[in-house]
């Protein structure tokens, strides 16, 4: 496969391996560092369109596992692909339903075909193989494709692991195959590897550099943010970027906190993805500088000031934290509107912010005193239980 000049490098940090890039889809350019809100069914939760790209939204990314359920990739097909479906003409990248092989343990069996699922929805047998995956993604339109993989749990015996790696190489190969056969790589449209191992660095290297031989346009970074310590995420994803090519994006799924963000930037990653900005703000929770706010404190009940003082969206613009709380207290739906919009703001100026450091040349001093502040302040938040 004869890959087009499709991901450039404009700078580096000099004193980590953060960079800054350009990535070129079928629907638009991503500047990298870049974060993807998360839109698994063909939508970011109360988020419209127009609200996504006020936030400064490059890409989303859908879920095929879910789209493939409802409506299906027939219909979607049929009404002009997913970018006219859900009214988002920008790039979408969508995962190829991998992690639900990790998430839906007691719903799926796998096999060296595919993945035999019972749907949650009503418990109907479906399968899912790496030509099924690329099928489906085909039919939906996708900018950036996943190849079927499987992510083993936390923690894992070895053997359990070596085994994921085995089935995800395998089906690396399949999909990218069936990709070619329909005739997607000519309409710009990229497929990326993931690259699993758990926590084993003998696992990850082999992974990585069996992939990177079948010379994919991008890679991604599984298996991570699956229950282990932090310390154990970051120690798996350091140790997975060097076998990785310069010259691609490598994209870290479903990670993390702001913090996790840019210290994974300072390791060399590109992209992410994560359902935690949205998923805070439907429990009341909005983001600041000083770590993560419980809005349902009472402390809030008269507080006039903005989320952040000098935030440029249009929460913060118009609504004090004393409506937010109301509104939250109440369960009214314009508070999830408010706070998803808000803390999706935060995440894309955080990523806005790491490229222009990264041009300026002082990423690394900036992230660290960043992630200071930030952590300094979440230690003194009250813990929230947050739930799916």
Known sequence: ?????????????????????????AHGIVETPAFMPVGTQGTVKAMTPAQLRETGAQIILGNTYHLNLRPGPA????????HKFMG??????????????FSLTKLRKISESGVTFRSHLDGAEIFLGPKECM??????????AMVLDVCPPWPAEPEAV??????????????????????????????FAIVQGGSHEDLRKECAEALVALDFPGYAIGG????????????????????????RPRYVMGVGTPPQLLRMIGLGADMFDCVLPTRLARHGCAMTPDGPINLKNARF???????????????????????????????????????????????????????????AGDFSPWAHAWCARYEAGAKEVEAVAIGE
């Open 301 to 359: 009940a008269h507080d006039a000031r903005p989320l952040v003082e000098g935030q440029d969206n249009y929460t913060c613009r118009n609504f004090s934290r004393a409506y937010l709380r109301h509104l939250t207290m109440c369960n009214e739906i314009l508070g999830c509107t408010l706070l998803t919009l808000h803390n999706l703001q935060f995440y894309l100026d955080l990523m806005t912010q790491a490229r222009t450091h990264l041009e």
């Open 88 to 101: 988002w003409d920008g790039p979408i990248l969508t995962d190829s339903g991998g992690f639900q092989v």
């Open 135 to 144: 099928e489906i993604q085909a039919a939906l339109g996708s900018d950036i």
């Open 162 to 191: 070596r085994a994921a790696v085995a089935h995800t190489l395998r089906w690396a190969k399949d999909c990218r195959e069936a990709w070619g056969v329909l005739g997607q790589p000519a309409q710009g449209r990229h497929l």
């Open 75 to 82: 219909l979607i097909r049929e009404l002009g692909g997913l």
């Open 1 to 25: 496969m004869s890959l087009p000049v499709h991901f450039e490098v404009l700078s580096r940090d000099p004193a980590s391996s953060a960079r800054r890039a350009r990535l070129r889809t």
């Open 224 to 247: 991570v943010s699956v229950g282990e310590p932090e310390p154990e995420m970051l120690a798996a994803v350091a140790m997975t970027l060097p076998h990785l090519p310069a010259d």
